[in-house]
């Protein structure tokens, strides 16, 4: 209270000037006291994150090559069939563009906060006209226009306004990483699903090809066991035909499987999945090894990691505003009414000053609910800090997997390559063999040489892709490429 008497000890002349100046000085004050750039936030936030002891380097990857990194990761797979589908995806993908709507209005929210530290003007205004005289006077007509200007504005001396707006703002930037990692996970889905369905192109080629040659050798055994080849028997025949029908069976599931490929892949273009898109046969190339050694620093790109900066920072802010609210509140306020050739006064200062009013309120007995409220907002602020550790290690542990996984994928797919050759020679022997009537080679050699080559052959197709994904998730785990230390 002793606030509030000692400015009603000063005359309303003095306190409309004071009034005035707190008025300028918070509008200049609010232009600077922004959050600011991105980059000076993050640095704000570093204050805040839990203690997580980072690696120098990846460890997985301390076994690896040197190579030359490309500033794109999308540019790694040598394909622009995949760019060009993932630049569609980005563009018309219907999730994506209702994150970017909901990121525009959120964007419109924070305005709530700034307006609540800058004062709020009111005005009404009303007109009427009226006839005098009556009987044989002259009739006189009057006219009647009263307006009223309200002013109020709450006085922000503990800072507590401000903190909802830095509040605010943090929360707007949250949201801009979460479409940013919205975008990241879509693009990275797109390139998936484009190999997936190049790859299921190839294994439906390969079904196809495989039926082509167990007919051939159904044709030939079943010639053989009609005309008494010696070592042609009835089991022969049986399987052979076994093998046509499981290869014809093959082909409906493949024809099926590139089926939903491409609807998938439809899907997150943003086209009616029709199952009608045409890709290339041939999947994208890597153009080198994953670095030797890649700064852990890379993580902190990762959108939901910047985005849990932001909550901390957030809940913090909140936090402190709580607490604030024990803190009395002080309002300033001036409403005039004014009519006829008296309108001018609403602007004249000695008549404005005529009616401000100081109000000072705090509140006494809540039942401890203001506290309570306070000490729940630092809880939450504790949780928000642990959710940020917990969003680091798994982005450590999604980096480390993928790493490690592309070293084994890299050796499988060495290891496959030569599988798959040793069969191919396998099943030609046996089949050279069995055509020149080698004593002890027969048709069951062929089944099963044929069998492991397949095999071998549609393994080597699947681990391919599988280094693919493999990559994409490794680029999605990191939030973008090697090199690149800021997020753009």
């Given at each position: 209270?002793?606030?509030?008497?000692?400015?009603?000890?000063?005359?309303?002349?003095?306190i409309l000037?004071v009034?005035?100046?707190v008025?300028?000085?918070?509008?200049?004050?609010?232009?600077?006291?922004?959050?600011?750039?991105?980059?000076?936030?993050?640095?704000?936030?570093?204050?805040?994150?839990?203690?997580?002891r980072?690696?120098?380097?990846?460890e997985?990857?301390?076994?690896?090559t040197?190579?030359?990194?490309?500033?794109?990761?999308?540019?790694e797979?040598?394909?622009?069939?995949?760019?060009?589908?993932?630049?569609?995806a980005v563009?018309?993908?219907?999730?994506?563009?209702?994150?970017?709507?909901?990121?525009?209005?959120?964007?419109?929210?924070?305005?709530?906060s700034?307006?609540?530290?800058?004062?709020?003007?009111?005005?009404?205004?009303?007109?009427?006209?009226?006839?005098?005289?009556?009987?044989?006077?002259?009739?006189?007509?009057?006219?009647?226009?009263?307006?009223?200007?309200?002013?109020?504005?709450?006085?922000?001396?503990?800072g507590?306004?401000?903190?909802?707006?830095?509040?605010?703002?943090?929360?707007?930037y949250?949201s801009?990483?979460?479409?940013?990692?919205a975008?990241?996970?879509?693009?990275?889905?797109?390139?998936?699903a484009?190999?997936?369905?190049?790859?299921?192109?190839?294994?439906?080629?390969?079904?196809?090809?495989?039926?082509?040659?167990?007919?051939?050798?159904?044709d030939?055994?079943?010639r053989?066991?009609?005309?008494?080849?010696?070592?042609?028997?009835?089991?022969?025949?049986?399987?052979?035909?076994?093998?046509?029908?499981?290869?014809?069976?093959?082909?409906?599931?493949?024809m099926?499987?590139?089926?939903?490929?491409?609807?998938?892949?439809?899907s997150?273009?943003?086209?009616?999945?029709?199952?009608?898109?045409?890709?290339?046969?041939?999947?994208p190339?890597?153009?080198?090894?994953?670095?030797?050694?890649?700064?852990?620093?890379?993580?902190?790109?990762?959108?939901d990691?910047?985005?849990?900066?932001?909550?901390?920072?957030?809940s913090?802010k909140?936090?402190?505003?709580?607490?604030?609210?024990?803190?009395?509140?002080?309002?300033?306020?001036?409403?005039?009414?004014?009519g006829g050739?008296?309108?001018?006064?609403?602007?004249?200062?000695?008549?404005?000053?005529?009616?401000?009013?100081?109000s000072?309120?705090?509140?006494?007995?809540?039942?401890?609910?203001?506290?309570?409220?306070?000490?729940?907002?630092?809880?939450?602020?504790?949780?928000?800090?642990?959710?940020?550790?917990?969003?680091?290690?798994?982005?450590?542990?999604?980096?480390?997997?993928a790493?490690?996984?592309?070293?084994?994928l890299?050796?499988?797919?060495?290891?496959?390559?030569?599988?798959?050759?040793?069969?191919?020679?396998?099943?030609?022997s046996?089949?050279?063999?069995?055509s020149?009537?080698?004593?002890?080679?027969?048709?069951?050699?062929i089944?099963e040489?044929?069998?492991?080559?397949?095999?071998?052959?549609?393994?080597?197709?699947n681990?391919?892709?599988?280094?693919?994904?493999?990559?994409?998730?490794?680029?999605?785990?990191?939030?973008?490429?090697?090199?690149?230390?800021q997020?753009?």
């Amino acid at each position: 209270m002793s606030l509030l008497v000692f400015v009603f000890m000063f005359s309303k002349q003095y306190i409309l000037s004071v009034f005035i100046i707190v008025l300028v000085s918070a509008g200049c004050s609010q232009l600077t006291s922004e959050i600011g750039s991105k980059s000076q936030k993050r640095a704000n936030l570093n204050e805040d994150r839990s203690a997580v002891r980072v690696p120098g380097s990846w460890e997985a990857a301390s076994r690896g090559t040197h190579a030359k990194i490309s500033t794109g990761w999308l540019n790694e797979f040598s394909s622009p069939a995949m760019s060009r589908l993932v630049l569609e995806a980005v563009n018309n993908n219907p999730n994506l563009n209702a994150s970017a709507a909901r990121l525009r209005a959120t964007r419109q929210g924070t305005i709530g906060s700034r307006a609540a530290l800058l004062p709020r003007v009111n005005g009404s205004s009303s007109a009427s006209r009226s006839r005098n005289g009556n009987g044989d006077n002259p009739r006189s007509y009057g006219t009647s226009l009263d307006l009223s200007l309200n002013v109020s504005w709450e006085t922000d001396i503990w800072g507590r306004l401000k903190d909802l707006r830095k509040a605010d703002l943090a929360n707007y930037y949250a949201s801009i990483e979460d479409y940013r990692g919205a975008r990241l996970s879509l693009a990275a889905n797109t390139a998936k699903a484009y190999c997936d369905l190049v790859t299921s192109e190839q294994l439906l080629d390969l079904a196809q090809e495989i039926l082509i040659s167990f007919e051939k050798n159904r044709d030939i055994i079943e010639r053989n066991y009609k005309a008494g080849v010696p070592g042609t028997r009835a089991i022969a025949v049986q399987l052979s035909r076994t093998n046509v029908a499981s290869a014809q069976r093959t082909i409906k599931s493949r024809m099926l499987q590139r089926d939903r490929s491409r609807r998938t892949l439809e899907s997150l273009l943003g086209r009616y999945p029709g199952a009608s898109l045409k890709t290339s046969s041939l999947l994208p190339n890597l153009k080198s090894s994953v670095p030797a050694s890649i700064p852990a620093s890379l993580v902190e790109r990762r959108p939901d990691l910047i985005a849990a900066q932001y909550d901390v920072y957030r809940s913090a802010k909140l936090a402190d505003a709580t607490a604030k609210n024990l803190l009395p509140s002080i309002s300033l306020g001036s409403r005039q009414s004014t009519g006829g050739n008296e309108i001018s006064n609403l602007f004249n200062p000695q008549f404005l000053a005529s009616n401000i009013a100081a109000s000072l309120t705090q509140t006494i007995y809540r039942g401890g609910q203001l506290k309570a409220n306070a000490q729940a907002a630092l809880e939450e602020n504790k949780a928000t800090i642990f959710n940020y550790a917990n969003i680091a290690i798994r982005a450590f542990r999604e980096v480390e997997n993928a790493l490690d996984a592309d070293q084994s994928l890299r050796k499988q797919e060495e290891f496959l390559i030569q599988e798959t050759k040793q069969a191919t020679f396998a099943e030609r022997s046996a089949e050279l063999d069995y055509s020149e009537g080698i004593e002890n080679s027969g048709i069951l050699e062929i089944l099963e040489s044929q069998r492991r080559a397949n095999n071998a052959r549609a393994a080597l197709i699947n681990i391919k892709n599988n280094r693919l994904q493999n990559r994409i998730d490794l680029h999605l785990a990191l939030g973008g490429d090697f090199r690149t230390l800021q997020s753009k």
